[in-house]
Nanobody, 115 residues
């Protein structure tokens, strides 16, 4: 059984930084990409950043230049370094693995940015 465990969320003031980490355990046949999504109250889930098996990255326009995604393929871990956080970054952040046949999701970690 595959499990994704996120850590690193919390409360931070605007302009601050947080580092989110997601570790996947269990047997995953293939990983096309690993990424982070977020969902704020009353809003749709949106892609924040992802990194492919080849190392290519994609970022939401709203986080470009502030967030950096990285991965450790050997450990099936993905990290999201967030800097210069803004109140509009407040959301539940969810880790995702694109396994080709199916997606895997973590339970989410809350990020709250105060103004």
């Amino acid at each position: 059984q595959v499990q994704l465990v996120e850590s690193g969320g919390g409360l931070v003031q605007a302009g601050g930084s947080l580092r989110l980490s997601c570790a996947a355990s269990g047997s995953i046949f293939r990983i096309n990409a690993m990424g982070w999504y977020r969902q704020a109250p009353g809003k749709q889930r949106e892609l924040v950043a992802l990194i492919t098996s080849g190392g290519g990255t994609t970022y939401a326009n709203s986080v470009k230049g502030r967030f950096t995604i990285s991965r450790d393929s050997a450990k099936n871990t993905v990290v999201l370094q967030m800097t210069n956080l803004k109140p509009e970054d407040t959301a539940v952040y969810l880790c995702n693995i694109d396994g080709g046949i199916r997606d895997y999701w973590g339970q989410g970690t809350q990020v709250t940015v105060s103004s």
